[in-house]
C-alpha cells in the first residue's frame, strides 16, 4: 500500500516510520526545507509542499499519486486556507487515491457537561467552526470517500504531561475530567481506519479513562520528579466527557493505552 501523509510532523513522522516499517510505501509532506534529509534517510519520499494564502505550492500532483491520502496539519495552518483545501479537494477527485482520512480534533465540541458522542447533536465549539467546515469540504465531497478521526489532546513521545505546568503554577478547575489520548493508539487507530472501509464516517479517538486535571497532571509530574503545580478545586467550570465507544464498536479497536493513570507508569 501506497500511503501519503500531508503534514508529517509530531503525529504524522512516527506514524511514517510505523507504516514504513510495516512495509508500505510512504510520501511524507513537510514545509521545511531542512526536514527533507531527515525524511529521505527515514525511507520517506520528502515532499516540500505548502498550503497558505489559500494556495497550494510544491509537486501536489505527485505527491497524490498513492492509494491512501492523511491529513494531518495542525488547524493552527488549515483554518485560513479553505479555498486552498478546496482546490486539494477538486485535485483529489483526479487522483488514484481511494481513500482521505482526515485528523482532526475533538476542540469540536463545545462543553455540555457531559458525554459526546459523534452521531449525537452537539454544539461546535464557536473557536473551532472552521474545523467543522474543513472537515466537511471532505466528507462530503463525492469525488472520494473520506473518514474523519477527531483525536483527544496528544500525549506520549516528546509530550510527557509531567512537563506540562510547572512548579508554582496555579491551575483552574482542577477537579474538570480530561479527555486524552496516546501517540501509540493515535497511530494504530490510523492504520487499522485506512486498512478497513468506514466512507463518510466521524469517529472520536480518546482514551477510556477520564481522570481529574489534578489527580492526572499531579501523577504526571511526580513520576518525573518534578513538584506539582497547584491546582484550584473550584466547581464553577463547564467540561465534556468525549465517547469512543464507536470506535471500539464499529472499528473493533482496543486501547494500548485506555487507562491515562497508567500511561506513564503512573
Known amino acids: ?3 501519503s501523509i500531508l503534514g508529517c510532523g509530531w503525529l504524522g513522522f512516527p506514524l511514517a516510520q510505523h507504516l ?3 512495509k508500505h510505501t510512504v510520501y511524507g509532506s513537510t514545509t521545511s526545507p531542512k526536514k527533507l534529509e531527515l525524511f529521505t534517510v527515514n525511507n520517506i519520499f520528502a515532499f516540500l509542499i505548502n498550503i497558505e494564502d489559500n494556495k497550494i505550492t510544491g509537486a501536489i500532483d505527485a505527491f497524490l499519486q498513492t492509494d491512501i491520502l492523511i491529513i494531518d496539519i495542525p488547524f493552527g495552518r488549515q483554518k485560513n486556507n479553505l479555498v486552498a483545501y478546496k482546490k486539494l479537494a477538486l485535485l483529489l477527485e483526479k487522483s488514484p487515491v481511494t481513500k482521505v482520512i ?3 480534533s475533538t476542540s469540536v465540541y463545545a ?3 457531559g458525554l459526546i458522542k459523534e452521531d449525537s447533536d452537539f454544539i461546535v465549539n464557536p473557536l473551532k467552526q472552521a474545523l467543522i467546515d474543513l472537515e466537511n469540504i471532505f466528507l462530503h465531497h463525492h469525488g472520494f470517500k473520506t ?3 477527531r483525536f483527544s489532546g496528544l500525549i506520549g513521545g516528546s509530550r510527557h504531561p509531567g512537563n506540562f505546568f510547572k512548579e508554582g503554577r496555579i491551575v483552574k478547575n482542577g477537579l ?4 486524552l489520548i496516546h501517540l501509540e493508539d493515535c497511530i494504530n487507530i490510523i492504520q487499522l481506519i485506512s486498512e478497513m472501509n468506514f466512507p463518510g464516517e466521524v469517529f472520536n479517538a480518546t482514551a477510556d479513562t477520564h481522570p481529574t486535571r489534578k489527580e492526572f497532571y499531579t501523577a504526571a509530574s511526580l513520576s518525573k520528579g518534578h513538584i506539582p503545580a ?3 478545586t473550584n466547581t464553577d467550570f463547564n467540561y465534556k466527557i468525549i465517547c469512543n465507544q464507536k470506535l471500539k464498536n464499529l472499528v473493533g479497536y482496543q486501547f ?3 487507562n491515562l493513570m497508567a500511561s506513564f507508569n503512573i
Not at 474538570?176 to 479527555?179: D, K, L, T, Y
Open 1 to 3: 500500500m501506497k500511503y
Open 147 to 149: 473518514t474523519i478521526i
Open 111 to 113: 462543553d455540555n457537561n
Open 102 to 104: 482526515f485528523i482532526s
Open 20 to 22: 514504513i516499517g510495516q
Open 256 to 258: 494500548k493505552h485506555a
Open 176 to 179: 474538570a475530567p480530561i479527555n
Open 230 to 232: 497547584q491546582f484550584l
